[in-house]
């Protein structure tokens, strides 16, 4: 039997302790923004904000699986592929992108949710040898105080990089 359900994975790398997933989350602009690709936070007929975004999922199972299982989330603006894609076009051995997004309302106690998003590429490890696997990718949830104290909610490290 055909399975013919529309799939939002773009893109999985897995091993056996860590994964990192890219997710379709884009969305085309509302017709009176007829000149734009994505949804960039137009307002619709609904009053309902769309934005278009690339999403990200780092699971670590180091500790064991269901609910020792860490898992963050984050979203990239579709922007940010063809930025990723010229820098390697131009045969740079070293990328390095750290986004932080605080988001969200304060809770009672005045805290707001925070994701930070590292994605790093290193062809050539400090020892000179080429890697195998260059790329890095970190992304951590946090709540963040006023102050900027933070406390650590949740961290996953999608860590098949080698050390830098």
Avoid at 39 to 50: K, L, N, T
Avoid at 67 to 80: I, Q
Wanted: glycine content about 8%.
């Amino acid at each position: 039997m055909e399975d013919n359900r529309i799939q939002n994975q773009i893109a999985i790398y897995m091993t056996n302790k860590k994964l990192c997933e890219f997710t379709d989350k884009l969305k085309p602009a509302p017709v009176e923004y007829y000149a734009h690709m994505h949804a960039q936070g137009e307002e619709q007929s609904d009053g309902f904000r769309a934005y278009s975004c690339i999403g990200v999922v780092l699971q670590d199972y180091s500790n064991g699986k269901g609910d020792k299982t860490v898992r963050v989330t984050a979203n990239l603006s579709p922007g940010f592929f063809p930025f990723v894609l010229s820098r390697m076009q131009n045969d740079l051995d070293r990328f390095d992108f750290t986004e932080e997004k605080i988001f969200g309302d304060p809770d009672e106690n005045g805290l707001s949710t925070v994701t930070k998003l590292s994605i790093k590429r290193a062809s050539v490890g400090n020892d000179g040898k080429r890697r195998n696997y260059p790329w890095c990718s970190e992304g951590e949830d946090t709540y963040r105080w006023h102050s900027h104290q933070v406390w650590h909610l949740q961290e996953a490290a999608l860590g098949v990089c080698e050390h830098q």
